[in-house]
């Protein structure tokens, strides 16, 4: 019976944090974020899944290679801007307008697995368009809570009930999970799915329940990065691989592997990875030949876009990307140091001053037995997690270094990289730490009032 009554709290548990973070992220229905910018944020690119949406529903779904992009006809949008053109993707799709001889704006800057899939979705559904649209917005929310409530789930496992609690709350206000959670665009799921598939995976191999061969966590590797760049492409593709590897050094941390066999799985996890990618970028290439001429043409596109987000020369390319080009990647660090990761009403919290929380906590996390006897008792659980958090750092900062160019441009876009998955180890050890913390002050003052007041309980 108690084992019933643990099973059924967990499910209640685990069901009320999924529909928390579901429910912020399909409707904002809490307030995380400001209503009006949560409706426009990210317009642009959810404009052009849309528009490849449109253009399957008249043309097929593999019209112009299947690439997203924007619907423009020669009468009612003659003389839009870019911004209303954008815009009015949704209007055309939600009232299902009918328009006039239409072109086809591709962007070919990836293989548009999401414009596809949902193209795919709105051929089967029997709704109208309009509820289409808040479906697709529901599918992505719910699947992006599922894997942040698992991710939650998996911190109360190894960290405690207060310790969960405390990363739920500090996930549930970030504004940037609030902006994308539902973006059709974006689609985060794609982005979490291979680190929560590992996390679980090593888990269950700890506790002793499965086994992990080589040639399985390679397959698995492939296919789960394959996943990721079929529906965002290379967009965050540095920060999304480091957070996929993140598991390997927690598991290492915290089970004591031997250097020896942390290497062997590194590097089983990163082959199937670039083998995943190569999949990928030669898939990809055909693609864009369809379109550009020749297979080469593809892999030579490819590449400029790489260098036009990098660090290419700026001579090369039109002269709007000469000054993300030329920026440095301290200022391109420090401006992103210095933005908002929880902006909750009158609560403004920084990245900067999450960075610096870290630090304070995991150097809390070795404090002596004295003074803290609860801490000091997990130090070694602590210690993997403030470990791993330094690790997790890499993902946002290899985004910003290696892609400076697209970081310098993309304010209110590439914030996100934070949270892959820094933030969420971050948030994870403050909850650890400050949880025990908070017991053990809580015994003392128990304690304190027992000395004060010896008669007390007598009666």
């Known amino acids: 019976m108690p084992m019933k009554r643990k099973t059924a709290k967990n499910v209640i548990l685990f069901t009320l944090a999924l529909l928390l973070f579901a429910s912020s992220y399909y409707r904002n229905i809490w307030g995380v974020v400001d209503k009006i910018e949560f409706e426009k944020s990210d317009i642009y690119s959810e404009s052009q899944v849309l528009g490849r949406v449109i253009r399957a529903e008249t043309n097929g779904i593999f019209s112009e290679a299947g690439l997203t992009g924007w619907v423009k006809d020669d009468s009612i949008m003659k003389d839009m801007s870019w911004d209303d053109m954008t815009y009015f993707q949704f209007d055309i799709y939600k009232n299902n307008l009918k328009l006039g001889n239409t072109e086809f704006i591709i962007y ?72 994308f959670g539902r973006d059709i665009y974006l689609v985060l799921t794609s982005f979490y799915l291979p680190f929560i598939t590992l996390l679980i995976l090593l888990h269950y191999e700890s506790e002793g329940k499965t086994i992990i061969s080589p040639g399985r966590l390679f397959l698995i590797s492939v296919v789960l990065v394959f996943i990721k760049l079929f529906f965002t492409g290379f967009e ?20 004591k592997w031997s250097f020896k066999f942390f290497i062997k799985r590194f590097i089983t996890v990163s082959s199937g990875a670039v083998a995943g990618i190569i999949i990928y970028a030669t898939l990809f290439s055909y693609q864009l030949s369809t379109l550009k001429g020749s297979f080469w043409d593809g892999f030579k596109y490819m590449w400029y876009c790489f260098l036009k987000r990098t660090s290419g020369d700026s001579a090369d390319f039109p002269e709007a990307f000469r000054a ?22 009158l609560i403004r919290i920084s990245f900067l001053a999450v960075v610096c929380f870290a630090v304070i906590f995991s150097l809390l996390s070795s404090v002596s037995e004295k003074l803290s006897p609860t801490t000091y008792s997990n130090r070694k659980k602590n210690r993997a997690l403030a470990l791993t958090t330094w690790v997790a750092l890499l993902g946002p900062l290899s985004w910003f270094i290696v892609f400076k160019a697209h970081a310098y441009i993309h304010l209110g876009f590439d914030e996100i990289v934070w949270y892959m998955p820094f933030c969420l180890f971050a948030f994870a050890l403050i909850g650890s730490v400050s949880s025990s913390l908070i017991r053990d002050i809580n015994i003392y003052l128990e304690s304190q009032n027992t000395f004060s007041d010896p008669c007390k309980g007598k009666f």
């Open 324 to 345: 993300s080009l030329e920026s440095s990647i301290t200022e391109v660090v420090k401006t992103y140091l210095s933005l908002d990761a929880v902006h909750f009403g």
């Open 236 to 255: 965050f593709v540095t920060s999304a691989l480091v957070m996929f590897t993140v598991p390997l050094f927690y598991y290492w941390f915290y089970n």
């Open 108 to 179: 070919d800057s990836q293989m548009g697995g999401a414009g596809i899939t949902f193209a795919l979705l709105d051929k089967i559904s029997p709704f109208s368009n309009y509820l289409n649209l808040y479906l697709f917005w529901m599918l992505n929310s719910f699947l992006f809570a599922l894997l942040m409530t698992v991710f939650v789930s998996w911190v109360k496992k190894y960290y405690g009930f207060y310790a969960s609690v405390i990363t739920f709350l500090l996930l549930f206000v970030s504004c940037w999970l609030t902006f």
